[in-house]
């Protein structure tokens, strides 16, 4: 097999030559990496993934795939992954790889249906033999679904996109079926949701699902443009029908002729504007800027709003009949935080794409970060998630994104009412430590901070640091003992970080807590502003 080809369509005369797309789900870097090394020098594209639904996600997605998957990465739940894609993917195979490979282990996971079975450690040579005999059998397996595999491009054809919008929430299912439903009728549709939940996305999932897919889709926020110019960018101008209207100009309707026009922000139109579109959608016809020929129009309308119309139309801000007009299919959009079971499927399919755009191989996400994600509350939803994970793939010096590659905004929690909430350690599995100085203290100058003499505290079963004797006297009120522990905690921190340069990994090592506990406690305790403005 030459290297130059990319993973192919199966079909029913390639047979062997077909190069599936391989998934590799391994929890240590070092296999995975030497797995994907294999796999590229045989041409094939290849996915990490980091939990069985992910790497479902991924086969399932690609024509024909060879799964490798880590027995004890998944604890267990081999004969579940196995069972899950020869189900919904028959066009695939498993490789399953373990240190610990006993007759009756390979026994089970080849009646579950694995293609071959790698001891660890593994030869480069081992795993290309593997690959390559677990790309035969997907091909194999794909030569009889090859009628099966056409008609399911059609149906994905014809859907329009709409299966590639990631989410399993069953408010997310409705809307995705209300969604499909508009798509080969001439209905307006009103599709309602805060700003970031991807309004502009499935307007585009609706016109290509529909008979108009092939013409213009476009689209128009209306909040951006201002209003003296807003009827003009709609409906078009003549030359001279003011100042500055130096050359006629077609508007979105008539860009949109035979297509698609998607008008964003609908409720920020002003009252005046909204007139107007209340002809345009009852008439189908309109006239440019200073004109008065009319200009029929053959649209499909789409409109977005973020903020619920309904109230707007009691207070008197959007017109009563052109609510009524658009309000014949409305699809609702919930927010990020009413579908949490959402949050890392998005997170991984976003790091997909974005580690694919920086040119990065990144695992997933440590438990502590997922946990993190999870309890934040997005107000800025899927966009602000985004928006994270592209700035996370840029900063993260790891195999996997961890709390610390966070925006400082995630860490924090937000609660609804307002307040700042730490994000629980106890959902992070993780035990907060207390750095405590026993020596008492004193007024000099700190001393100065020697990285090779430098010696990490000992701590106690609690993870407090032992004390030379019981504390005594008034500074052993609650109060001031809380005081003097954190300030001697930030000290220790402190020092640490300027005896290692501000390296965290390091400081980390030698203060002997994890990186991500002391990113946060550089937070809680300021020290993240202070490296700022060192």
Known sequence: MSADRGPAQI????GSSTRPQVVVLDSDLHAAEAIAAAARELGCHVEFASTTDSAC???WRAPSAVVVADAQSIDGRLEV??????????????????SDVTVRAVLRWVRAGAADVLPKPFARDDVRQALERASMRAAMAGEGQGLRGRQHARTSASSGGLSAIVGSDAKMHRALELADAAGNVRSTVLI?????TGKSMLARAIHAASDRRDRPFVELACGSIPDALLESELFGHVRGAFTGAIADKK????????GTIFLDEINSAPLAMQLKLLRVLQEKRFEPVGSEESIDVDVRVIVAANQPLEAL???GRFREDLFYRVHVLTIGLPPLRERPDDIESLAEHFLRLKSADANRTLLGFTPEAMSAMRAHRWPGNVRELENAIERATILCQGARIDVCDLPERVLRSDTNDGEKAPMQLAATSMKPRVLVDSRPPTTSSPPTFSPPTFSPPTFSDDGVRAAAGPLEGPSARPEVLASSLRERERQAILLALEGHGWNRTRASIALGIDRSTLYRKMIDLGLARHRDSA
Do not use: K, Y
């Not at 079909?11 to 390639?14: H, W």
């Not at 992954?81 to 373990?98: D, F, I, M, P, Y």
């Open 11 to 14: 079909s029913p005369n390639e």
């Open 57 to 59: 996600d991924l086969a």
């Open 81 to 98: 992954l196995a069972e899950r894609l020869h189900a919904s993917h028959r066009s695939v195979a498993l490789v399953v790889t373990a």
């Open 192 to 196: 309602e949701g805060e700003s970031g």
């Open 251 to 258: 508007g979105r309707f008539l860009a949109a002729h035979g």
């Open 313 to 315: 139309v009691r207070e």
